[in-house]
Antibody, heavy 117, light 109 residues
Framework: QVQLVQSGAEVKKPGSSVKVSCKAS????????ISWVRQAPGQGLEWVGR????????NYAQKFQGRVTITADKSTSTAYMELSSLRSEDTAVYYC??????????WGQGTLVSVSS | QAVVTQEPSLTVSPGGTVTLTCGSS?????????PYWFQQKPGQAPRTLIY???NKHSWPPARFSGSLLGGKAALTLSGAQPEDEAEYYC?????????FGGGTKLTVL
């Protein structure tokens, strides 16, 4: 059974960066797309971007272009999402989701990133 | 970036039928947008209900179905149950860039 375990909650200052990890177990890591989705408190879902680990190719929502980097380490079956120049509006729960029979079959538990001075 | 629109809220009676829709600012939603529908309950991660317009994931009961309707993607719930009360999100692909709708809060009352 595929499981995605994300890193713990983070508290960051405005202008800093955060790197969230998503470790996969079960199944083949490299062959399946991993997406990152965020949800601000009381708000809707927002797609951030995705990576195809076997190719190392990522694409991002226009809103985050230049500020987000998604990477994958095939040796540890871990995907990462790094967001820079943080502002208060980036406060959200960040989810990773892995493809299976659909592009969003398996979800991590979510990581709360809080940005506050 | 395209904007994906959903009804902010809908109410359905237990046993009733309701259709949620998902529109695109770029024009008609087609199968080429690979419409997804997700269900999310408070404090939980989203779960995929429907993918590629009308394909149902392994877990949703038969009362959920997806389609294209009047230039929009649609999620129809026939025979609503109290446990279907949740937030529902659609997701569309624009040449590999995904965009979520704002979500529909469905109340079963």
């Amino acid at each position: 059974q595929v499981q995605l375990v994300q890193s713990g909650a983070e508290v960051k200052k405005p202008g800093s960066s955060v790197k969230v990890s998503c470790k996969a177990s079960g199944g083949t890591f490299s062959s399946y797309t991993i997406s990152w989705v965020r949800q601000a408190p009381g708000q809707g879902l927002e797609w951030v971007g995705r990576i195809i680990p076997i190719l190392g190719i990522a694409n991002y929502a226009q809103k985050f272009q230049g500020r987000v980097t998604i990477t994958a380490d095939k040796s540890t079956s871990t995907a990462y999402m790094e967001l820079s120049s943080l502002r208060s509006e980036d406060t959200a729960v960040y989810y990773c989701a892995r493809a299976g029979s659909t592009d969003f079959d398996y979800w991590g538990q979510g990581t709360l990133v809080s940005v506050s001075s | 970036q395209a904007v994906v629109t959903q009804e902010p809220s809908l109410t359905v009676s237990p046993g009733g039928t309701v259709t949620l829709t998902c529109g695109s600012s770029t024009g008609a939603v087609t199968s080429g947008h690979y419409p997804y529908w997700f269900q999310q309950k408070p404090g939980q991660a989203p779960r995929t209900l429907i993918y590629d317009t009308s394909n149902k994931h392994s877990w949703p009961p038969a009362r959920f179905s997806g389609s294209l309707l009047g230039g929009k993607a649609a999620l129809t719930l026939s025979g609503a149950q109290p446990e279907d009360e949740a937030e529902y999100y659609c997701l569309l692909s624009y040449s590999g860039v995904w965009v979520f709708g704002g979500g529909t809060k469905l109340t079963v009352l």
